[in-house]
């Protein structure tokens, strides 16, 4: 397979050379003497540029190049005569590997609501936002392998069924097995699941992070980073019923370094998408450009993409305690809606988003890591402080996404630990395991997750998270 990537060929000058391209067309135009298709493989959001000679390729292929069709072109690097590119490939042969019927091929080359797309996930991957959204996704990823291996964290995989349930938020997805062949069925007709495979119940994990305690008592500093899911009935913007997250766990971290490395990382990952996805990041700074004119005046964020991102890499994240939030909160002239009245009489009860946008977008106008909540909203493991009402909880939360890290220093101390468990109704005797790490060898450490969606979200200005994963599992949603 001699292809040459779209991407290598406009890298170096190759003109004069022989090349092989293959991809997919995405627009035609001719005139008597010449056809110019554009033609995009997918290595990068620009297209190359094929000029076809009636005179050498048969009329009845060119027929067949139809936007969506997927061709092998044989020719040759030439200078282009045309003002917008450098360079392109005259045809000697072109073959049509695949065809795609105008009549019937839905992509057709005229803008197409992200709604349209969504129903037809398994072909939007051809168009230019999703290919830069997916292409940006990947850099994240190998950004987020990059960062920790370079700081000497091991990769953890946590399993994907388990038995406990670590934000005791309950809203798990049940394993059952079926017996395909032989489906157990109860006197209605329907299939009776068996749910003793593991004589347990399990369900699939909503977090890696028990887990991940275990390792990081002995390899000290860990990640994950793998698929977590929860069956809350969210239909937001912001949540999905399977996601990814990157979870590092580290022995001998406090509060304190927790956030100093959450910070650090974010910034990493941010900085290597901004360095290494240029032309993809300008193209979603158009794209979020134009989407911000159809909002209100008052909605429009000032900052275009790039500029948001460059700005969070470059400055300090604001830090404060729950409580010193609840007092901005309580000061604020800004907002006299009954949500905003409600929480700033009750310190103790949770922020609504409207808060988070408030304190992140209005008050601050930058990134903004919230500690020390009220031990009563937030999970059992979390290092109780020594005022009896907070624990040394963090999250993070982003203009425009509102909470992308949750995390915590986790309570060491097995007495403290025990007593909060049975407090909570978590059952100690079923998670001995988890306490052995008290009991053996245990050391003040902590941890983060980062939602992977959620950073995909903030780095390419899309606007809804089922745009940032090819295939999105919502409620109702789960075919393709
Ligand atoms: O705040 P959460 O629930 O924290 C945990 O699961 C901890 N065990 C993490 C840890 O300390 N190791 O979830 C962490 C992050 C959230 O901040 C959010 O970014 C993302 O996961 N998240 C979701 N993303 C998409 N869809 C959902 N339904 C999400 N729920 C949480
Ligand atoms: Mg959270």
């Given at each position: ?10 890298e170096?000058?190759h003109?004069g050379q ?12 001719s ?14 959001i ?14 009845d292929?060119?027929?067949k ?10 020719g040759r690097i030439?200078a282009?005569q045309g003002a917008g ?6 045809a000697?042969s ?5 065809e795609a019927?105008t ?9 197409h609501?992200l709604?349209f797309?969504?129903e037809?996930?398994h ?5 230019n ?12 990823a ?6 920790f291996?370079d ?5 953890i ?9 670590a934000?005791?938020a309950?809203e798990t997805?049940?394993?059952?097995v ?31 992070q028990?887990?991940?305690e275990?390792a990081?008592m ?10 977590t899911?929860?069956a809350e009935n969210s239909?937001?913007a912001?949540?999905?019923a399977?996601?990814w997250?990157i979870e ?28 290494n996805?240029k ?10 450009a134009e989407?911000?004119t159809?909002k209100?005046?008052?909605?429009r964020?000032e900052?275009g ?5 460059k700005f969070v ?7 404060i305690?729950?409580?010193e ?7 604020s002239?800004?907002n006299?809606?009954?949500k905003f009245?409600y929480?700033v009489?009750?310190w ?16 601050f ?6 500690t ?6 937030k ?6 402080n ?10 993070i ?5 509102g909470?992308i ?6 309570e060491?101390r ?8 049975e ?5 100690t005797e ?5 306490l052995d790490?008290?009991?053996f ?10 939602g992977f ?7 390419t200005?899309m606007?809804?998270i089922?745009d940032?994963?090819?295939?999105p599992?919502?409620p109702g949603h789960?075919e393709?």
């Amino acid at each position: 397979n001699k292809r040459i990537k779209i991407k290598k060929l406009l890298e170096n000058d190759h003109i004069g050379q022989d090349a092989t391209i293959m991809g997919w067309v995405r627009t035609k135009r001719s005139n008597k003497n010449v056809t110019f298709i554009a033609i995009n493989d997918g290595s990068t959001i620009n297209n190359y540029q094929v000029v076809a000679d009636p005179a050498l390729i048969d009329e009845d292929i060119l027929k067949k190049v139809t936007t969506g069709a997927c061709l092998k072109i044989n020719g040759r690097i030439v200078a282009s005569q045309g003002a917008g590119q450098q360079a392109e490939i005259s045809a000697s042969s072109i073959e049509v590997l695949g065809e795609a019927d105008t009549e019937t091929y839905p992509l057709q080359p005229k803008k197409h609501s992200l709604e349209f797309l969504r129903e037809i996930a398994h072909l939007r991957i051809r168009t230019n936002t999703f290919g830069a959204v997916f292409r940006v996704r990947h850099a994240l990823a190998f950004a987020v392998h990059k960062y920790f291996n370079d700081k000497g964290f091991f990769y953890i995989h946590t399993p994907i069924i388990t038995s406990s349930d670590a934000e005791g938020a309950g809203e798990t997805f049940k394993v059952t097995v079926l017996d395909i062949k032989n489906p157990p069925l109860t006197e209605e007709g329907k299939i009776n699941f068996k749910e003793d495979f593991f004589e347990k119940e399990t369900n699939l994990t909503v977090s890696g992070q028990l887990e991940g305690e275990l390792a990081a008592m002995g390899l000290a500093e860990i990640y994950t980073f793998g698929p977590t899911f929860r069956a809350e009935n969210s239909n937001t913007a912001r949540h999905l019923a399977e996601f990814w997250m990157i979870e590092p766990e580290m022995a001998f971290y406090d509060a304190q370094d927790n956030q100093d490395l959450a910070e650090d990382f974010l910034k990493f990952v941010i900085s290597y998408a901004l360095e290494n996805c240029k032309d993809d990041l300008e193209f979603l700074d158009k794209r979020a450009a134009e989407e911000e004119t159809t909002k209100k005046a008052d909605q429009r964020s000032e900052m275009g993409l790039i500029d948001r991102l460059k700005f969070v890499v470059e400055n300090e994240f604001q830090r404060i305690t729950y409580t010193e939030a609840i007092d901005i909160l309580r000061n604020s002239n800004h907002n006299k809606k009954k949500k905003f009245q409600y929480l700033v009489e009750s310190w103790g009860v949770d922020l609504q988003s409207e808060h988070e946008r408030y304190l992140v977008e209005k008050h601050f106008n930058k990134p903004v890591i919230l500690t020390d909540y009220p031990k009563d909203i937030k999970a059992f493991y979390m290092r109780q402080n020594d005022d009896g009402k907070t624990v040394a909880a963090m999250d993070i939360l982003f203009p425009g996404i509102g909470e992308i890290v949750g995390g915590s220093q986790r309570e060491e101390r097995l007495d403290y630990l025990t007593k909060r468990m049975e407090e909570m109704n978590i059952p100690t005797e079923e998670m001995w395991w988890y306490l052995d790490t008290r009991r053996f060898g245990s050391t003040p450490h902590a941890g983060f997750g980062l939602g992977f969606e959620r950073l995909v979200l903030f780095v390419t200005g899309m606007g809804n998270i089922r745009d940032v994963i090819a295939f999105p599992r919502t409620p109702g949603h789960a075919e393709f």
